[in-house]
């Protein structure tokens, strides 16, 4: 019985460790997938500057759209990387496969059982869903970035660069209602320095924007508002995948990317065409008179090839970009993927500062950035409190250090230890008074047998 016990007891405290390893790779995967969603969305940005900046047929390529519609293809490509693993993982299923036919002509029965396991495992982890949910986020990520376009052309830049970081509260305060995902103090004390960033970057965009134009109070005002209503459209589509990868434990980001922009793209087509017949003068979003000139893209793909070259780029690159995003999404939650769109920035701009780029306009070479100390302390603000708030970056001070997601991890681990501490010194108090009676009653046997010899 003691031995049971035993056995027992090391096996539960193997399982409790081996959840505590989990909660540590799921922070490690966090952080991974934090920096490569950084990287790759602050190369898209990059690339997509560069596209704006390079000739076409007459002018610089101007059309946001094309380029959206272009993000979709890139995510799209998800099915592609989702068709190699499943053909990786075929083959390494097939070859345990092989393993367990040599292993029954042995007879090794614990072989078998293994692979039947796995076999069972990988069978139940084919989820179904429907797919046209994968449409909800597709279509309000796109609501947010049409709204987003109408309201540059309300308010400044500067306040479109401050207000963007919005979706970051949104995406919290909807979590913590929808989906019950608990804020903490290190969570809360990170919002500070993350909105104090985004205020000292939005005053030096101001700072060094064209204070010639001037807007009137109606078009502020509607302005915020389409930008407040895209913000949320946006947070929403974030949540929504949150909402998908927790329901459904075993579905594969790449599927969410992949049918997310089936579902733009198939908009796309029917949007494109109907921007092409609308007239538009506004010339911040609209091109060549129309709100999206498509058969103009054509004509400056080629007329300069370049743009081809850049395009597929981007395909690429978002492709990877939305990949790691919603990976992000599964192992931590959708106001740490936000956050990696407010820390992106600083590495475009930190780009643009030591690399020029061709204008096509005065055919040379150009800084489009400039140092400005206002927006140098505002992204060191801004990437500190991004970094507490991801966990990346722990503070032993003010108890901001007791809600991390590892040490939950540990102090769950060290509960569940002194339960199964408990319970086995329990079993094995049990069992010693079940021993001790079973030899009092041997004895007493024994000496009543003697007793009985000694009467004989």
Known sequence: ????????????????????????????????????????????????????????????????????????????????????????????????????????????????????????????????????????????DMTESVLKNIATTMIAASIVQMLRGSVFIYCALLGLFFLKKPLYRHHFFAM???????????????????????????????????LQIGQIFGAFAFVAEEKFLGEYEDLDPLVVVGWEGVWGFLLWLVLLPIFQNIPCDNKLICTNGVIEDTLGAIDDYAANPTLILLSITLILDVSLLNIAGVNVTKYGSSAQRTTCDLLRNMFVWVFFLFVPIYNAQTDSYQYIEMFSMFQFFGFIVLTFGVLVYNEIVVLPCWRLNQ???????????MKESQRTISVVSDDDSRGQSDDSGFYNKQRAFGNSTKDKDILY
Not at 200 to 218: E, H, P
Not at 404 to 412: L, M
Request: proline content about 2%; hydrophobic content about 40%; charged content about 20%.
């Open 1 to 140: 019985m003691h031995c049971s016990s035993t056995a027992a007891y090391y096996t539960k405290i193997s399982a409790i460790y081996q959840d505590s390893m989990d909660s540590k790779r799921k922070q490690a995967l966090v952080v991974f997938y934090f920096c490569l969603t950084v990287l790759t969305g602050s190369t898209y940005s990059i690339m997509q500057k560069i596209q704006n900046e390079t000739k076409g047929k007459t002018t610089t390529f101007d059309h946001p759209f094309i380029q959206s519609f272009l993000c979709c293809i890139g995510e799209m490509m998800a099915f592609i990387v989702l068709a190699v693993k499943n053909r990786v993982e075929k083959k390494k299923l097939q070859k345990n496969a092989d393993s367990v036919l040599l292993q029954k002509a042995y007879g090794n029965k614990d072989q078998i059982q293994s692979f039947d396991e796995s076999a069972t495992m990988q069978t139940e982890q084919q989820v179904e869903i429907k797919k046209y949910l994968f449409a909800i986020p597709a279509w309000l």
């Open 192 to 226: 500070m320095p993350i909105l104090g960033g985004l205020v000292l970057v939005g005053i030096a965009f101001y700072l060094k924007s064209d204070q010639s134009k001037t807007y009137s109070f109606s078009d502020m005002l509607l302005g915020f508002i389409l």
């Open 403 to 413: 809600y991390t997601r590892i040490a939950i991890g540990e102090r769950e681990k």
